[in-house]
C-alpha cells in the first residue's frame, strides 16, 4: 500500500507541469467585437455616405449644374466688354494671309447681327474655359458622400488640374491646329485668280469651336487618372479597348469640327488619341 501511493503521487508530480505550460484559449475579442457596427465604422470608409431618394439626387444635380452655368454666364458678362479686343486679336494672328491687315483679310459682315453673334460667342468660350473647373469641383460635391478620404483628394487637385488644362488647350488649337486648318484651306485656291473673302461669322465659329473643343478634349488626361485612381477602371482594361475608344474618338471630332474637308476632324481625333495613349504610356511607366 506504501508503495502504491508513492507512485500515485509521483504522478501527480510529473503530470503537474504539463498542466501548466498548456496554452490558454484565445479570448474572443481578438477576433471580432460583438457589436458589428464597430468593425465596420472606420475611418478609411465613406462615413459620410447615406441613402437619399432619386428626387432629392435630381434636386441637387440640377442645382450644381446651375451653379456651374451661372458663373459660366457671369464670366461670359465679363469678358463682353473685352470681346472686340479678342476678335481683332485672333483675326490678325491666326488668319495666315498676310502681315497686316489689307483688303483681302478684313472680315466680311453678311447680315446685320454678324458682330453680336460673334461677341456673344467670344464671351461664351471664356465662360466655358472658366466653368470646367467649377463643373468638376460641383461634381466633386454631388459625390462627396460617398467618396472615400483618398478619393476626395483626387477629385479636389483635379479643379485647378482641369483649368490649367482648358488653357492648354486652347494654346494648343491657338500655335498648332488653326494655323494648319487655314494654309490648309488656303492651298486649295492659290493657283486661281481670285480674292480671298473671309465671312466673319462662318471664320470664328472655326476658331471658337476649335478652341472650345480643344480646352474639353484636353481633359482627357485628368479624366483617366481620375477613373484609375478611384478605382472605376485599370489602365488595362482601357489598353485592351483603345479601338473602341479611337472610334468615339473620331465620332466625336466629327460631330464637333466644322469642316467639310475632314482636316480639322482629322486633326482633333488625332489629338485625342495622342492623348490617351501618352496618359496610358505614362500610367505604365509609373507602374499605376
Not at 55 to 82: F, N, Q, T, W, Y
Not at 144 to 154: F, K, S, V
Not at 157 to 183: E, H, M, N, Q, W
Not at 243 to 263: C, H, I, K, N, R
Amino acid at each position: 500500500m506504501g508503495e502504491e501511493s508513492e507512485a500515485a503521487a509521483g504522478n501527480n508530480l510529473s503530470k503537474a507541469p504539463a498542466s501548466e505550460e498548456a496554452p490558454e484559449p484565445p479570448e474572443e475579442d481578438l477576433y471580432a467585437p460583438e457589436d458589428p457596427e464597430q468593425a465596420v465604422d472606420r475611418p478609411s470608409q465613406p462615413i459620410d455616405d447615406e441613402e437619399m431618394p432619386l428626387a432629392d439626387h435630381i434636386e441637387e444635380m440640377i442645382k450644381r449644374l446651375a451653379v456651374v452655368i451661372v458663373v459660366a454666364g457671369v464670366v461670359s458678362v465679363v469678358v463682353l466688354p473685352l470681346a472686340d479686343t479678342v476678335i481683332n486679336f485672333l483675326w490678325n494672328s491666326v488668319l495666315p494671309v498676310s502681315s497686316g491687315p489689307g483688303p483681302n483679310t478684313r472680315p466680311r459682315l453678311y447680315h446685320p447681327l454678324a458682330l453680336v453673334m460673334t461677341r456673344l460667342k467670344v464671351a461664351s468660350l471664356g465662360g466655358l474655359i472658366v466653368a470646367l473647373p467649377v463643373l468638376v469641383y460641383e461634381t466633386y460635391l454631388f459625390m462627396r458622400p460617398g467618396l472615400y478620404p483618398h478619393e476626395r483628394r483626387y477629385y479636389l487637385a483635379a479643379v485647378p488640374t482641369s483649368l490649367v488644362l482648358a488653357l492648354v488647350g486652347v494654346s494648343f488649337a491657338y500655335f498648332l491646329i488653326l494655323p494648319a486648318i487655314f494654309t490648309y484651306f488656303l492651298s486649295y485656291t492659290q493657283k486661281a485668280d481670285v480674292v480671298i473673302a473671309f465671312g466673319l461669322t462662318k471664320t470664328f465659329n472655326l476658331i471658337l469651336m476649335m478652341m472650345g473643343v480643344l480646352a474639353v478634349v484636353f481633359q482627357i488626361p485628368l479624366l483617366i487618372m481620375l477613373a484609375i485612381m478611384m478605382g472605376l477602371t485599370t489602365r488595362r482594361w482601357m489598353a485592351d479597348r483603345r479601338l473602341y475608344f479611337w472610334g468615339g474618338f473620331l465620332g466625336f471630332a466629327f460631330l464637333f469640327s466644322p469642316d467639310p474637308t475632314g482636316m480639322a476632324p482629322f486633326l482633333v481625333a488625332l489629338t485625342m488619341v495622342g492623348l490617351f495613349e501618352g496618359t496610358l504610356f505614362l500610367l505604365k511607366w509609373t507602374g499605376r
